[in-house]
């Protein structure tokens, strides 16, 4: 007589765990969809006229004018969420007399910017613009400076 055997079968399963990387490659586009990582871009609205510039470009303005930049996150990957900060490096003239707001959390930024009446003559202002993205992977942040310069 033979002895019986039991047999069972084990199944293991692995589950591949798949991580989430913070985002990367940030840049700003301008509203009209331009600009790349390592090619920020940005656009100005004067008197309701877009035009889309180039960060390292000074900004000229005159005296008076209210000026509204349109700042659009770009980057690789996912994001759960935006934050955005204004920093004045140097306003030491009064070149701008108001920012409208100097922090957001969405992923497109349109902050105005008032110039004082009294600007002329070659007066500058610097101002820091930094976006910061998050998602599960971390956060990773970018920034741009605007020189204002009055005519």
Same mark, same amino acid.
Do not use: C
């Given at each position: #007589?033979?002895k019986? /055997?039991?047999?069972?079968? +084990?199944?293991?399963?692995? =589950?591949?765990? !798949?991580?989430?990387?913070?985002?990367?490659?940030?840049?700003?586009?301008?509203t009209?969809?331009?600009?790349?990582?390592?090619?920020?871009?940005?656009?100005? %609205? +004067?008197?309701? %006229?877009?035009?889309? *510039?180039?960060? /390292?470009?000074?900004?000229?303005v005159?005296? !008076?004018?209210?000026? %509204?930049?349109?700042? &659009?996150?770009? =980057?690789?990957?996912?994001?759960?969420?935006?934050?955005?900060?204004? *920093?004045?490096i140097?306003?030491?003239?009064?070149?701008?007399?108001?920012?409208?707001?100097?922090?957001?959390t969405?992923?497109?930024?349109?902050? &105005? /910017?008032?110039?004082?009446?009294? @600007?002329?003559?070659?007066?500058?202002?610097?101002?820091?613009?930094? #976006?910061?993205?998050?998602?599960?992977?971390?956060? $990773? @942040?970018? $920034?741009?400076?605007?020189? =204002?310069?009055?005519?």
């Amino acid at each position: #007589m033979g002895k019986g /055997f039991d047999m069972a079968v +084990i199944v293991v399963k692995f =589950f591949g765990v !798949s991580s989430v990387s913070a985002p990367s490659a940030l840049y700003i586009e301008d509203t009209a969809g331009n600009g790349s990582s390592g090619g920020d871009r940005y656009t100005t %609205t +004067i008197s309701g %006229t877009p035009t889309d *510039n180039l960060p /390292f470009d000074p900004l000229m303005v005159q005296a !008076s004018s209210v000026i %509204t930049l349109g700042f &659009v996150s770009g =980057f690789t990957g996912s994001a759960t969420s935006y934050s955005w900060a204004i *920093n004045a490096i140097d306003n030491g003239a009064g070149v701008i007399s108001s920012v409208s707001a100097t922090s957001a959390t969405t992923a497109n930024f349109n902050p &105005v /910017f008032t110039v004082s009446g009294g @600007a002329s003559g070659g007066q500058q202002a610097l101002y820091d613009f930094t #976006m910061e993205i998050t998602n599960s992977g971390g956060t $990773s @942040a970018h $920034s741009v400076q605007l020189l =204002f310069i009055a005519q």
